[in-house]
């Protein structure tokens, strides 16, 4: 997404952008075109805004959400991909996803973490492989833990290997393991619940247990 700069207004951003959320909550449709505009807006924290009040107001389309994942703004990259669960129609599906799969290699762990989230919400089954490189890969932790979370919400079975190698990893990364292994079945996953069950780090230990007493409550 670009902004125009022979287009700059009088008015200060802060103005601009509390007009923009003030449209938002609005349903006058004359303001629909405001809106579309302030989406190529100078200042990156408009864009963020128009972004949201485009889907508030239930005209957000992937062409908006795929222009804004490539904005310059790390701000605007992350919330195109956290509206994109606005977007509907079959026929868009396939665009957006492909957007929000190239943006998992965003330079900023954010942008990746609501990348991850939205591609999860959208049970994106064709993003296994790309989300798995991240679980294996990344260096953030914060990103693998929440690959990891999105191949559970997806859960296809090829994301399973990939889970359970992550239960090697830190404290946190293992507790998010709990969580995701509770989409899974399988002697692999008792195994490995087994063994986190008498994990060194109490809280791993604590999850273990809920998960069980869930799944308990479940079959009774």
Known sequence: ??????????????ERRLAIIAAGNRKNPDDLSSLRDALHDEDAFVRVAALGALAKRDSLTAVHVISALR???PEVRQRAAQTAKYVQ???ETTALNDALRESLHDSIPLCVVSSLEALALREDTDSVEAIGI???SHPDPLVVEEAVA?????GDVRGLPLILEAA???PALRRRVVAALGAFEGDEVEATLDRL???RDWQVRQAVAMLRRVESDETD
């Open 71 to 73: 904005d310059l703004s």
């Open 1 to 14: 997404m670009t902004h125009d700069p022979a287009t700059v207004s009088a008015v200060a951003p802060r």
């Open 134 to 136: 991240l679980v294996s």
């Open 197 to 199: 069950e008498k994990d």
């Open 168 to 170: 090697e990893g830190k």
């Open 89 to 91: 129609g079959e026929t």
């Open 150 to 154: 999105a191949l559970a919400e997806i």
